[in-house]
């Protein structure tokens, strides 16, 4: 059972409200990154994960390189693999401007476009479509 996306969001606000000190912060963030990864409604191909962590998570990476395909055959494996990284090599600044894009990008249940409510799966779309973007201008 996923929790609702104002949740998540939610949560991600509580990183950036300087409520909680760094290691809250940062152990916050992991588990936030975990549920994101294993959503099915955000995500509903596991190649669908990699622009997205492509565009979000490997710029503040030590190499800057993106993950092997195989990570992409296992939601698992590639948390892993990101939460790991998460902890070796990204400080508390990275950790928030990651937070920040996160909340600009994550659809909310809620979303609402020129008076009409849009379901969930239309914002989650949409997202999917931003990050389409982002990385094709890479």
Same mark, same amino acid.
């Given at each position: 059972m996923?929790?609702p996306?104002?949740?998540?969001?939610?949560?991600?606000?509580?990183?950036?409200?300087?409520?909680?000190? /760094?290691?809250q /912060?940062?152990?916050?963030?992991?588990?936030?990154?975990?549920?994101?990864?294993?959503?099915?409604?955000?995500?509903?191909k596991n190649?669908?994960?990699?622009?997205f962590?492509?565009?979000?998570?490997?710029?503040?990476?030590?190499?800057?390189?993106?993950?092997?395909?195989?990570?992409?055959?296992?939601?698992?494996?590639?948390?892993?693999r990101?939460?790991?990284?998460?902890?070796?090599?990204?400080?508390?600044s990275?950790?928030?401007?990651?937070s920040?894009k996160?909340l600009?990008?994550?659809?909310?249940?809620?979303?609402?476009?020129?008076?009409?409510?849009?379901?969930?799966d239309d914002?989650?779309?949409e997202?999917?479509?931003f990050?389409?973007?982002?990385?094709?201008?890479?």
């Open positions: 996923n929790r996306l104002e949740q998540l969001n939610k949560d991600i606000q509580l990183i950036l409200s300087n409520k909680l000190n /760094s290691s /912060s940062f152990l916050l963030f992991l588990g936030i990154t975990l549920e994101i990864l294993l959503r099915k409604d955000l995500f509903k190649s669908d994960l990699q622009s962590i492509e565009v979000l998570y490997i710029p503040k990476t030590k190499k800057r390189e993106p993950f092997k395909e195989y990570l992409y055959l296992s939601r698992t494996q590639l948390a892993a990101l939460n790991r990284i998460i902890i070796e090599e990204l400080n508390y990275d950790i928030i401007d990651i920040k996160l600009e990008l994550l659809p909310s249940e809620n979303t609402t476009r020129k008076g009409q409510n849009t379901s969930q914002a989650v779309s997202w999917m479509n990050l389409d973007k982002k990385g094709a201008n890479k």
